[in-house]
Each structure stands twice: as structure tokens, then as C-alpha cells.
């Protein structure tokens, strides 16, 4: 081996020393948080809302609701919002590493975070769930990841998974 290729080993190892040791004394969350920064967390406003350059998002939108163009435009159901939200409520508490977020009840808006299940990578999910006609309704999702450009549609699988099961 050549010397620099033997200063670029020995280097790659501390760092991969220093990640390990921060992980055992942090916790994996805590690391990612410190070598990538904080989650923003800022409140989704569907209306005025703009996709970034990354492919590590996915939205959702009923026609014309969304200021962005929805990658996929949302079905709508038998039932109230409310009703709506139950089913969604009773189906996200099937799902694994879910944690709720901020809440808006009077918007019928609420925030989640899925974490990846090796590394806990977290993803946001913002679902609003929009009143329709008497006994219909329907919802926006935006789900995306914090880190990265690319989730490997990640997100997508994720929201029509979703979306199947309600």
C-alpha cells in the first residue's frame, strides 16, 4: 500500500471511530443530528406550499389545492374528514418507528415522523384531511426525508402504501 492510501485508511477509521463512539453515547438520533443538523420542522402550508430540487419528496394534492404540482392527485373517500382521520389514525398505528408531531385539530392537520429501521433516518409525513360533499372527503400528504437528495422512492412507496390501506 502506498503512503497515501494509508493516511486515507487511517483517517476513514477515526472518523468511523469518532461516529461509532458519538452513536454509543448519543444514540443514533442524536448523531444524525449532529452530523447533518437539526429536522426542520417547519409547518406545511399546502396552499403556498413549493417542492425543492430533491427527489426525496412526495406529495399528494386534490386538484387546484396544492400551489405545487402533486406528484399524485388524492383519491376521495366514503365518509367525513373526521372519518377520514380515524381510519388513517387506526391505520398509522400499524405502522413501525412512528412518532406524531405537531397537531393543528381545528385544520385537521397533523404532522408524523418514520424513521428508517437501521441507521433511524427520519422522514416527515403532513397529512391535512380536506371535507368534501356531505359524506366524502379526501387529504394532502407531503411525506420527505431530512437528509439527502435521494430516498430511493422511499417516500412514494410509504404514501401509496398508505393510501391502499385507508
Given at each position: 500500500m502506498f503512503k497515501g492510501a494509508k493516511l486515507i485508511v487511517t483517517v476513514a477509521v477515526g472518523i468511523v471511530a469518532v461516529i461509532g463512539l458519538l452513536t454509543v453515547v448519543t444514540g443514533r438520533e442524536k448523531t444524525l443530528e449532529i452530523i447533518f443538523g437539526p429536522m426542520d420542522l417547519t409547518a406545511v402550508d399546502f396552499a403556498s406550499l413549493q417542492l425543492g430540487g430533491k427527489s426525496n419528496q412526495f406529495l399528494v394534492c386534490p386538484d387546484g389545492y396544492c400551489a405545487a404540482t402533486a406528484h399524485m392527485v388524492s383519491p376521495v373517500f366514503d365518509g367525513s374528514a373526521e372519518d377520514l382521520k380515524q381510519r388513517w389514525t387506526a391505520m398509522l398505528a400499524k405502522q413501525p418507528r412512528i412518532e406524531a408531531g405537531a397537531?393543528?385539530?381545528?385544520a385537521l392537520q397533523y404532522d408524523?415522523?418514520?424513521?428508517?429501521?437501521?441507521?433511524?433516518?427520519?422522514?416527515?409525513?403532513?397529512?391535512?384531511?380536506?371535507?368534501?360533499?356531505?359524506?366524502?372527503?379526501?387529504?394532502?400528504?407531503?411525506?420527505?426525508?431530512?437528509?439527502?437528495?435521494?430516498?430511493f422512492g422511499v417516500n412514494e412507496k410509504r404514501v401509496r402504501a398508505w393510501l391502499a390501506g385507508l
Open positions: 397537531a393543528d385539530e381545528g408524523y415522523i418514520q424513521r428508517s429501521e437501521t441507521v433511524r433516518y427520519p422522514d416527515s409525513i403532513t397529512v391535512r384531511f380536506i371535507p368534501l360533499e356531505e359524506n366524502k372527503a379526501t387529504l394532502a400528504i407531503f411525506s420527505r426525508s431530512h437528509y439527502g437528495h435521494s430516498d
